[in-house]
């Protein structure tokens, strides 16, 4: 189990440094957590603050260097990649405004000194939300990105020491070009997963590049990895973190919805477990941080720090501690567990108002009441995010139920509305997702949602703990909230008939 602590001013020393997003976040050995540049308010930043792990000082440094143009340091910038060597920070790209940087810039961290470096070979041409890692304590990969024109997939590969690149010759199959990826060493292999891809699509694939280790002889080469378990949901802006035998994906940006799109962005925390090859949710025993893109996540120890990001609305300067639960700060969330909270699958969509569904008698009020106070959120049946009709209103239900009466045998009159309940319901048991026409969805969905509603209040009465378990569930009901069809895309029909189907009366 693991914990969300947010950190106060009173947990540091020093300045810290200003909300942002798009910046970067390298570690420096054990010692230090260096953040350099991002966006705030459209102000494009190139400052340095620097954390001193052990004395918890957050300071920034007087920084000396020289640039081609006679400045100190990198100019201002944000989605560029950083990566650390030794006690070197190596800057590559990013955006300022609306242009593409392709300069190449290193931070010798212990006398603070920019050098804007000359390289030579096959050199990368300008671009923002790319992705790179180290490769040991000499070299460093870089893959994909955006030039203002077009998605990127190529790999280049810098020696720190010769300063030379060399663009990455990959035969076989590849990934498809994209950006806002994350790119990470584990071992002898590169692992890239998702980002937005050519046309816009955001993707959630996952890329193994062999190849990059000179002693090992092997011939460069991506092979795509469908691993079992809880995989993520397709996201760009996302982190990717290293931390002993698992990796730990964090949050990110994706869109919802199938007719009109939507913003999504997540605060959800899923691992690469390296051991069994497998995605798993990490267990998290309190509420997360509010959902957001384009952060940073640090490891340092056994803990990791998330700073920053950005949500569509905001620019975030908080700061959080993710942490195990044998760690001392998380001691008051272990000798008094919180209830379980509502799972919002890690997402905040901005033009959606996520709430819970109940009608019920005056008995449950108190129930209800306390269920409102306890996880903050409104509790009623009909409210501004969703509305539930009963079939009889359901116009489009009933001209459905209709049509197949007249398709099959003719029915008497009386108890018509419930002979054509039951039609439409069989109708759809017995359907594929391919056979649905579309103008079946809003129906079929505002009917699971009807369902759902009475499920729950008829197995669940006015026990407060049974409530709070049904909306804390994680996988079940989980197009329950939507407005309209609008937001389903066409890989969830599949997914709500399934769940249609399970809920439907025997």
């Known amino acids: 189990m693991h914990y969300w602590v947010k950190a106060s001013a009173s947990d540091f020393s020093g300045t810290l440094p200003q909300p942002r997003s798009g910046h970067t976040a390298v570690p420096i050995g054990k010692s230090k957590v260096v953040v350099f540049g991002g966006l ?3 102000k494009f930043l190139s400052d340095i603050a620097v954390y001193d792990i052990e004395n918890k000082l957050w ?3 007087e920084c000396t260097g020289n640039g081609s143009d006679g400045q100190i340091g990198p100019s201002p910038r944000a989605f560029h990649v950083a990566v650390a060597i030794d006690c070197h920070m190596f800057i590559f790209g990013g955006r300022s405004g609306s242009r593409r940087l392709g300069d190449f810039w290193v931070l010798d961290t212990d006398i603070w000194q920019w050098s804007e470096l000359t390289s030579f070979g096959d050199l990368p041409s300008p671009r923002d ?10 070299k460093i990969v870089m893959y994909g990105g955006w030039d203002g024109k077009k998605w990127l997939s190529d790999v280049y590969v810098l020696d720190t020491i010769s300063l030379e690149w060399m663009e990455l010759s990959v035969t076989g199959s590849l990934p498809p070009p994209r950006c806002g990826h ?20 955001i993707m959630s694939d996952l890329w193994a590049l062999k190849g990059l280790i000179e002693e090992e002889n092997e011939t460069p080469g991506w092979t795509q990895l469908k691993l079992p378990g809880q995989a993520p949901t397709p996201r760009c802006g996302h982190t990717v973190t290293s931390g002993g035998h698992y990796l730990l994906l964090f949050g990110g940006h994706g869109t919802g919805g199938w007719l009109s799109r939507y913003d999504i962005y997540y605060n959800d925390c899923i691992i690469l477990d390296r051991l069994s090859a497998q995605w798993k949710r990490l267990p998290i025993g309190n509420e997360s941080p509010a959902a957001r893109a384009y952060h940073s996540l640090t490891h340092i120890g056994s803990r990791y720090l998330l700073f920053g990001g950005f949500d569509g609305k ?4 908080d700061m959080w501690w993710l942490v195990p639960e044998e760690d001392p700060i998380a001691k008051q969330f272990v000798e008094s567990p919180p209830k379980n909270l509502p799972d919002n699958k890690g997402m905040a969509a901005g033009n959606i108002d996520i709430q819970s569904a109940f009608k019920e008698s005056q008995r449950e009020n108190s129930a209800i009441a306390e269920l409102q106070r306890r996880l903050g959120i409104s509790v009623s049946l009909s409210g501004p995010g969703l509305q539930i009709i009963d079939e009889s209103e359901d116009k489009d239900f009933i001209e459905l139920g209709s049509r197949l009466i007249e398709e099959r045998v003719s029915i008497n009159e009386q108890d018509l509305l419930s002979q054509k ?5 069989d109708h759809w048991r017995k359907s594929s997702p391919n056979s649905i026409p579309l103008k079946e969805l809003g129906p079929l969905l505002r009917d699971y949602q009807r369902l759902v509603t009475r499920h729950h209040l008829a197995n669940s009465g006015s026990d407060f703990q049974s409530i709070e378990s049904w909306l804390s569930g994680k996988e079940a009901h989980k197009f329950y909230h939507l407005k309209n069809v609008s937001q389903l895309r066409m890989d969830d029909i599949p997914k709500l008939l399934a769940e249609y189907i399970k809920i439907l009366p025997e």
Do not use: C, H, W
Not at 314 to 317: Q, R
Not at 421 to 425: A, L, Q
């Open 40 to 42: 705030l308010d459209k």
């Open 59 to 61: 300071f920034q440094p």
């Open 129 to 138: 939300f790319s992705a790179a890692s180290a490769i040991g304590n000499r």
């Open 182 to 201: 994350s790119a990470t060493m584990v071992e002898k292999r590169l692992l890239v997963f998702g980002g937005r891809g050519g046309g816009g699509p």
């Open 314 to 317: 905001l620019t975030y300067g």
């Open 421 to 425: 309940i039951e039609m439409v319901r």
